[in-house]
């Protein structure tokens, strides 16, 4: 058991990556804290959790709202008394539809966009720390993105937030290792979750989108699994990776490596698509 007794937060759990790494972790013996935007899935998770033998409550918060962020840690931390793990996974693309590249963003998208993914993760891992600070450990782990570094697809705002979470982890493992809390970032590649839905829904065309960037942009030809990310959120939620902190891993079937990484563009292929 990797994770004996410990506590964790996992943002966006309710589906998705988060979910897979939230069931990861309460087989290892972790609880869960299983916060979502809907009650209905992070009920769901949370109750998988319990009859695994684990404990688990969900939270219903908006993680961009600081006053349901403040809400969701005084739950958790009244429910479990800490929080040795916060996997700030809560993000995505939804609504942006066309609105992410230089000639459709506007202010009102940047700052919905960014507010989700840049200043969500920052006011949870800020409700969180006071707790990791007083028991002096704590494993973050930030959840951002093979685009913020490798684009195929163009949402500028999307992507700078993403860049953004790299910049606050590096600096947060800087200030904290001396806390022992440790403080890493994952880039996932392309995984298949509702994540997609902003971008094409689900379909046969969706199926050609995927197949088109697993030849033309992942070497290991294939796109990820949720429990892809799940098994290196947990080597750096353990005690696996104590000397490692400040660090991204790319889970991402070997991006960026082809020599042609980067160049595939999926808003051109859709846009070929429907010019068919
Ligand atoms: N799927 C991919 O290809 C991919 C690639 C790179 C990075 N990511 C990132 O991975 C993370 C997980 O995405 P996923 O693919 O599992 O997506 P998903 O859509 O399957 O799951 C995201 C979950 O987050 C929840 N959520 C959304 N906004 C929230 C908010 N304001 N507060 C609380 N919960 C909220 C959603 O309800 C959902 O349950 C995201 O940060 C996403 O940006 C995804």
């Not at 684990?54 to 908006?62: E, G, K, L």
């Not at 963003?105 to 989700?116: A, F, G, H, Q, S």
């Not at 995927?210 to 892809?228: M, T």
Request: one cysteine or more.
């Amino acid at each position: 058991m990797l994770l004996k007794d410990k506590v964790a937060l996992v943002t966006g759990s309710g589906k998705g990556m988060g979910r897979s790494i939230a069931e990861k972790f309460a087989e290892e013996g972790c609880d869960l804290i299983i916060n979502d935007l809907y009650l209905d899935p992070a009920q769901e998770v949370a109750e998988g959790i319990r009859s695994l033998g684990r404990d688990a409550i969900a939270i219903q918060a908006d993680i961009g709202n600081s006053t349901e962020v403040r809400g969701m840690i005084e739950t958790a931390a009244d429910k479990f008394g800490r929080i040795d793990i916060l996997v700030n996974c809560a993000g995505g693309v939804s609504g942006t539809e066309g609105r992410g590249n230089s000639d459709t963003v506007t202010e009102e998208e940047w700052d919905r966009v960014v507010n989700l993914n840049l200043k969500g993760p920052f006011l949870v891992t800020m409700g969180v720390l006071p707790y990791m600070k007083k028991n002096k450990y704590g494993k973050i782990i930030f959840i951002s993105s093979m685009g913020a570094v490798n684009p195929c697809v163009s949402v500028i705002h999307y992507h700078a937030a993403k860049a953004g979470v790299v910049g606050l982890m590096t600096n947060l493992a800087f200030e904290l290792a001396p806390k022992s809390i440790y403080v890493n970032a994952i880039l996932p590649g392309p995984v298949e979750t509702t994540f997609w839905d902003a971008l094409i829904p689900q379909g046969p065309a969706r199926d050609a989108l995927f197949k088109a960037i697993a030849e033309k942009e992942v070497p290991l030809e294939r796109i990820g699994k949720p429990e892809d990310i799940a098994g290196p959120a947990l080597f750096l939620a353990s005690g696996l990776s104590d000397y490692i902190t400040g660090q991204v891993i790319n889970v991402a079937g070997g991006q960026p490596l082809l020599s042609h990484a980067g160049t595939f563009n999926i808003e051109a292929y859709l846009k070929s698509l429907t010019e068919k």
